[in-house]
């Protein structure tokens, strides 16, 4: 498996986003998960590598995850666009994007693909299994491919997303990551969406009752 690591900065703030590449060995058939900034090296790298980008899966709708779609979806028009279907609306909407706080325009592209909870997407010979994980925003959703697990803006080392956002629910994400994320083997490596990596082992006694 081929796994690349982005990391760039959106708008007018200070934050750093977290994105990954991630394809077959043998077909080179990929998926970027996220689409915030830098999307030039992420193009120079998928050239390079010579990946067939087959999807840009988004882990939640806001625009710190999302702003790059347009130059990517020019880029690659075959390459279907992902997102969860209780985030789709966000997409176009201001109110839950964000955009305008981070002083990006609101050009967002809809997505071509809308998934639920179970369902998988395949890529060459690897698979991403989609795990609904509502709390950040009402469609956030983690991307569990073997051993590695994508949580967006859910589980953070250490600490969990902000929920006091639009759409936003700390009951959810609360039940979402302990029902859903720490039931998963304890070696399974966590990419988030901003920060370091961690295990589903460390993060246990975070949320014990």
């Not at 490596?189 to 975070?206: C, F, K, L, M, S």
Request: charge should be negative; include cysteine.
């Amino acid at each position: 498996m081929i796994m690349k690591t982005f990391r760039a900065q959106v708008g007018n703030t200070s934050m750093f986003t977290n994105m990954y590449l991630v394809a077959d060995e043998n077909t080179k058939e990929g998926v970027l998960i996220d689409a915030g900034a830098g999307i030039d090296k992420i193009i120079n790298f998928i050239e390079n590598a010579q990946i067939k980008l087959k999807y840009i899966i988004l882990t939640h709708c806001h625009v710190d995850h999302v702003a790059g779609l347009r130059a990517l979806k020019h880029e690659y028009p075959r390459a279907k666009i992902v997102i969860n279907e209780e985030d789709a609306e966000g997409l176009a909407d201001e109110s839950i994007n964000m955009c305008e706080l981070l002083g990006v325009e609101n050009n967002f592209l809809n997505a071509d693909v809308t998934v639920k909870d179970g369902d998988v997407l395949e890529f060459g010979g690897l698979q991403a299994d989609i795990i609904h994980t509502p709390g950040h925003t009402a469609g956030s959703m983690c991307i569990l491919i073997k051993d590695a697990l994508f949580s967006g803006d859910t589980l953070f080392k250490g600490t969990r997303g902000r929920t006091d956002l639009k759409t936003g629910s700390e009951r959810e994400i609360l039940w979402a990551i302990k029902d859903k994320l720490l039931k998963l083997p304890e070696n399974t490596i966590v990419y988030p969406g901003h920060g370091a990596t961690t295990i589903i082992r460390d993060e246990i006694a975070n949320y014990e009752d």
